[in-house]
């Protein structure tokens, strides 16, 4: 089935056969995604990029990924620099966004938004993270990431650490693994453990999974440590926020009996979640990843704009 004109707001709107395809074209997008050869293949086209919500890599590299295409950019960074702030509907701004391009890509605080948006647009949506719920690209550049280091995602073992209830980018890349058959294992502090409801659809999927609140009992198995940083802004009080913050670090010292092969990542912005010892390790991979997001955005937005 062709991807021509879908929207991509969770990371199950995709099935497995059409995340190896977005996979495979990001893998030919690497050289103009460097900047190697000149591309054209999105040549007239426009996105319009609505941040509402802070952004660094995820927006950036949407727009690069566009212009590497030769495409053009429209943005919106920030509710300030837009007309929400004065009262306009989440509906209008996505009716006036379809007249001036050809595919959106939005990020906004609340849950849900990308979806609603996606209902009022007759041009493609793809959500580039909305508040706790999902970002389906990250998981789409976490999984390339993934496969370039370790190859057949099936049968690894990856720990997700961090801040699994409010953090999207591991709502989405759980979903995905639990459906590529890898074992994972959620390490967090109870009060910010993976959510129900996702761990409902990896139960319906017979996703294979388990919890622990230590990252030393899992290290020395895992082939993949994602780590996550700790939402702050979606925590309700601070008091909250208190209680689990700086709980959850690591070091290139813990990281001592891992495997060789083990790769350390981090969608980022990180904050204290890994020491800047572990940079120098070859487990990192989070700068590789950030990067990954422009080979794979280049990717989408060429399968959702041309057959
Ligand atoms: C993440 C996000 O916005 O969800 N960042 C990103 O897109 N690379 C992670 C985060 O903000 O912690």
Avoid: C, W
């Avoid at 952004?55 to 429209?74: C, P, Y």
């Avoid at 891992?258 to 904050?271: F, Q, T």
């Amino acid at each position: 089935m062709s991807l021509k004109g879908r929207d991509i707001v969770a990371i199950t709107d995709l099935d497995i056969n059409e995340i190896e395809i977005i996979l495979k074209e990001a893998e030919r997008m690497v050289p103009a995604a460097r900047g190697e050869v000149k591309n054209d293949l999105l040549s007239g086209k426009i996105l319009a990029s609505l941040f509402f919500e802070a952004s660094t890599r995820t927006r950036l590299s949407f727009e690069t990924a566009m212009h590497r295409l030769g495409g053009d950019v429209i943005t919106i960074a920030g509710q300030e620099g837009s007309s929400l702030i004065k009262g306009e509907t989440l509906a209008d701004t996505i009716r006036m966004a379809e007249g001036y391009s050809d595919i959106i890509a939005i990020r906004h605080p609340k849950e849900g938004a990308a979806r609603l948006s996606a209902t009022f647009s007759r041009i493609p949506v793809i959500n580039g993270g909305d508040g706790a719920g999902q970002h389906p690209t990250q998981t789409l550049l976490d999984l390339f990431t993934i496969q370039q280091n370790h190859g057949d995602i099936s049968k690894l073992h990856v720990t997700i650490g961090g801040d699994l209830k409010y953090g999207r980018t591991t709502h989405s890349l759980s979903l995905a693994l639990g459906r590529m058959g890898a074992r994972m294992t959620f390490v967090a502090p109870k009060r910010i453990q993976m959510v129900d409801h996702i761990l409902d659809d990896l139960n319906r999927m017979d996703a294979s999974f388990e919890m622990a609140y230590d990252i030393k009992d899992t290290i020395e198995d895992t082939d993949v440590l994602y780590m996550t940083r700790i939402q702050k802004e979606r925590f309700p009080d601070v008091e909250e926020y208190m209680k689990v913050a700086g709980g959850f670090r690591i070091t290139a010292e813990m990281l001592e009996p891992a495997k060789k092969n083990m790769i350390v990542m981090h969608p980022l912005p990180r904050v204290d979640e890994i020491h800047f010892s572990v940079d120098d390790t070859p487990h990192a991979k989070y700068f590789q990843q950030a990067f990954n997001g422009v080979p794979v955005r280049m990717a989408l937005l060429h399968l959702l704009l041309e057959e």
